[in-house]
């Protein structure tokens, strides 16, 4: 019962004693300075049972336990001081003095062959002084009980982004197995179409076979016939046999020749982030190049559609309607690898990629046709899922590879085209007929 009279976090008597809703009991000061430092849980030093609120009731029942337990206290120790409780066995004498060494209780007889000894008393009150370092303990306990609330976030904290990484991994899996069984379905295909042509020209060819085969056949029975013949029909028919021979050359067929199906696979987000970082670009719109109807702005960013551009001098060329509202960008580029991404927004109509022709500085007017363009295009803003879209462009000239991604949201891959690029690329902007601007981004890596 005595146990219950003391505090576990100081280790002394229950000073005003509480109990917490786990049902263990503290000093009401004791329990308040280790949960000081706290906001959000309010753990138990004993068993560490975490609440959400700081609950404690005051229990006054206890309080008289602990006063009665104090007088208890008191009055045996007065009579160990009188030597009255605890006796030595052998020499039957009570146990008054304290020796330091063994740290353990002494009665006179033994104290006289040892130097280091003192009262009872003395030594309590000296140990109880050495006590206060309980202070120190509650300072640490209430660190470590703050680390432990740390740790407990920073496991909520991995946990999220754990969890966050396989949502990422199965989107990213389920676009890489969506796009491999597209081009699995698209290569099959171009297979199957090979075998159909390898055996249209195997079929040709044993038609030429069989025509020039057919054709020594008859010659040779030919010749047969006339070796039996009579001097004046052999003499008379020979001179046309060796024209034939002569002219019966080796059939001409066309070599039968497998042509390997292409495939390939974009890079998906995990290595469109590595792309960003080593490959971005920083693209600026060209003027020059830019339809009468379209502004650029002075730091060529961005392009605006308006209806008469009062910043144009020259020819205005074809009427709007008959030329598309585009405007090319200043980089070009014949090698390498390159990415960039452009804020198409919410706008309802556009075209964003690259084309292979670039401005003439002699041009009398802008460029608006292109030889030949390679882009991702918005027609119908209902199709499109993302209505404030960026659109992220990675070209890999020497492979021969342009792939478009969502660069707004997931980065996940939109269209890729495989052609072996011979010329110059610049990159592409169609602007639609409305206020909104198209807008050079920048790539989050």
């Not at 002494?106 to 062959?113: I, K, T």
């Not at 008393?121 to 120190?136: C, D, N, V």
């Not at 016939?225 to 034939?244: A, N």
């Not at 969502?406 to 269209?415: E, P, T, V």
């Amino acid at each position: 019962m005595q146990s219950k009279c003391f505090c576990p976090v100081c280790l002394d008597y229950l000073n005003d004693p509480v109990t917490t809703e786990c049902g263990h009991n503290f000093c009401d000061s004791c329990i308040r300075m280790s949960w000081k430092d706290l906001q959000d849980t309010f753990p138990s030093p004993v068993c560490q049972l975490a609440r959400q609120e700081m609950r404690i009731s005051a229990n006054a029942q206890l309080g008289r336990l602990v006063d009665l337990a104090k007088r208890l206290h008191s009055s045996g120790s007065s009579k160990m001081a009188r030597g009255e409780e605890h006796r030595h066995e052998d020499h039957r004498q009570g146990m008054s003095l304290f020796c330091e060494d063994d740290q353990a209780l002494l009665c006179p007889l033994c104290a006289r062959c040892l130097d280091l000894q003192c009262s009872v008393e003395e030594a309590t009150s000296y140990h109880r002084q050495r006590l206060k370092y309980i202070k120190s303990l509650e300072k640490r306990l209430a660190k470590v009980q703050k680390l432990e609330v740390t740790h407990d976030r920073k496991i909520l904290q991995l946990t999220e982004e754990a969890r966050m990484l396989k949502s990422q991994l199965a989107s990213e899996f389920e676009q890489l197995t969506q796009f491999v069984e597209s081009e699995q379905e698209a290569a099959l295909r171009r297979l199957s179409e090979e075998e159909k042509r390898l055996q249209q020209q195997l079929r040709a060819n044993l038609e030429v076979y069989s025509d020039h085969i057919w054709a020594q056949k008859d010659l040779r029975r030919e010749v047969a016939e006339r070796s039996v013949m009579s001097e004046e029909m052999v003499l008379r028919g020979v001179r046309g046999l060796q024209q034939r021979w002569a002219g019966l050359q080796p059939p001409a067929v066309q070599p039968l020749c497998f042509r390997p199906v292409a495939y390939s696979l974009p890079p998906l987000c995990s290595a469109l982030k590595s792309i960003i970082r080593r490959f971005l670009e920083s693209i600026s719109l060209d003027p020059n190049t830019a339809h009468p109807s379209l502004r650029v702005s002075k730091d060529k960013k961005s392009v605006t559609w308006v209806r008469k551009n009062p910043n144009f001098v020259g020819d205005p060329g074809p009427p709007e309607d008959a030329a598309e509202l585009v405007v090319l960008g200043r980089e070009g580029f014949a090698s390498g690898r390159h990415y960039w991404e452009m804020q198409v927004g919410a706008k309802p109509e556009w075209a964003v990629g690259v084309c292979s022709v670039a401005p003439s500085a002699q041009a009398s007017r802008p460029l608006v046709a292109p030889k030949r363009c390679w882009t991702l295009q918005l027609q119908d803003a209902s199709t499109w899922p993302d209505q404030s879209a960026a659109i992220g462009i990675y070209l890999d000239w020497d492979l021969g590879q342009l792939s478009f991604y969502n660069a707004a949201s997931d980065r996940s891959h939109l269209h890729l085209f495989t052609e072996p690029f011979a010329q110059e690329l610049k990159p592409y902007f169609l602007v639609g007929r409305d206020c909104a601007p198209l807008s050079v981004g920048v790539g989050r890596a």
